[in-house]
């Protein structure tokens, strides 16, 4: 009996310290599944934020491809006015030419004649128009042009009279 009795408390010992053990194991692992659910608490609320800031940002690309949409329209239609306006340019310094040339029609540009001092422009056209057989009556005013530069003498233009007709 005694060593019955020492045998149960042996076992009851041995029990109760395989018991503890036991619960020591359960409390660590408890105490394990409450860091495991932290840091599931965690990624949760990382995964939620990631997903608020990637619908931001896909909210953002559907705007910004409007946006390239609207501007590469507002580019077309703009490189579109642009090219018409370069032809309305166009079309416009051809009449500006088309006027001088009309303007120009009664006048006579006479380039490679030295300027003289106290020169008389007026009588040495008239004699010009002596040597080659031309009658100066319809000349309207004669002028000697500004120099454009040092190196070339000055022209002088000769205007006819309107009235006077081509034939």
Excluded: W
């Excluded at 491809?65 to 703009?78: C, F, G, H, P």
């Excluded at 579109?80 to 303007?103: P, R, V």
């Amino acid at each position: 009996m005694y060593f019955e009795q020492e045998d149960k408390m042996e076992d009851a010992e041995q029990f109760s310290s395989s018991n503890n053990n036991v619960l020591k194991d359960i409390n660590r692992k408890i105490g394990m599944i409450k860091d495991v659910k932290i840091q599931l608490i965690s990624l949760t609320q990382s995964i939620d934020f990631l997903s608020e800031k990637y619908e931001l940002l896909l909210t953002e690309h559907t705007k910004t491809k409007s946006d390239v949409v609207r501007l590469d329209k507002n580019i077309t239609q703009l490189t579109n006015k642009c090219t018409y306006l370069e032809k309305c340019n166009g079309a416009l310094e051809e009449k500006i030419m088309d006027i001088e040339q009309k303007t120009r029609r009664h006048n006579l540009q006479i380039v490679g004649v030295e300027c003289m001092p106290d020169e008389k422009v007026s009588e040495l056209v008239k004699k010009l128009g002596d040597l080659i057989g031309a009658t100066t009556n319809h000349i309207s005013s004669v002028n000697r042009m500004p120099e454009r530069s040092k190196n070339k003498t000055a022209s002088i233009l000769v205007r006819f009279n309107n009235d006077h007709k081509e034939k």
